[in-house]
């Protein structure tokens, strides 16, 4: 009977001190483990169809392809996603993940619609500036 006691308030205490371990963590590390693991899932693989839409009221949208047919684009490391051309040509767009949420992408800041964590096919980039609406969409294949 000992035994159990015993084993049962050592169960107690560990179970107490992860709980508190856990509890301790802040919502920033918290932010920043789910920003890593989405900067993770952008720079593990290429993204081969990019499209930036510009929408302006009563305009028609502008659609500009930033990786078209045969390119393809890397996030890398170092700030900045390379765009690959067919030809042997290389672009360039800098880039920061200030959080899971929000990608600043050619100096410009957008909200990330997708949690990237969830998806890996694809996120959406989004901007809105008085009545001007910049989207931009990644797509793996």
């Given at each position: 009977m000992m035994k159990g006691i015993t084993f049962r308030?050592?169960?107690f205490l560990l179970t107490g001190t992860i709980l508190m371990g856990l509890s301790s963590c802040s919502k920033e590390t918290v932010d920043n483990i789910g920003r890593d693991t989405?900067?993770?899932?952008?720079?593990?693989?290429?993204?081969?169809?990019?499209v930036k839409t510009t929408s302006v009221a009563d305009q028609a949208d502008v659609r500009v392809m930033l990786v078209g047919e045969g390119e393809n684009m890397e996030f890398k490391s170092n700030g900045y996603a390379y765009v690959y051309g067919a030809e042997g040509g290389t672009s360039s767009y800098s880039y920061s993940m200030p959080t899971s949420k929000k990608m600043i992408f050619d100096d410009v800041e957008y909200d990330i619609q997708e949690n990237?964590?969830?998806?890996?096919?694809?996120?959406?980039?989004?901007?809105?500036?008085?009545?001007?609406?910049?989207?931009?969409?990644?797509?793996?294949?």
């Open positions: 308030t050592w169960m989405a900067l993770n899932i952008i720079r593990s693989n290429k993204w081969f169809d990019v990237i964590v969830q998806t890996v096919a694809k996120f959406t980039l989004v901007n809105t500036a008085g009545n001007i609406t910049t989207k931009i969409e990644f797509r793996r294949r």
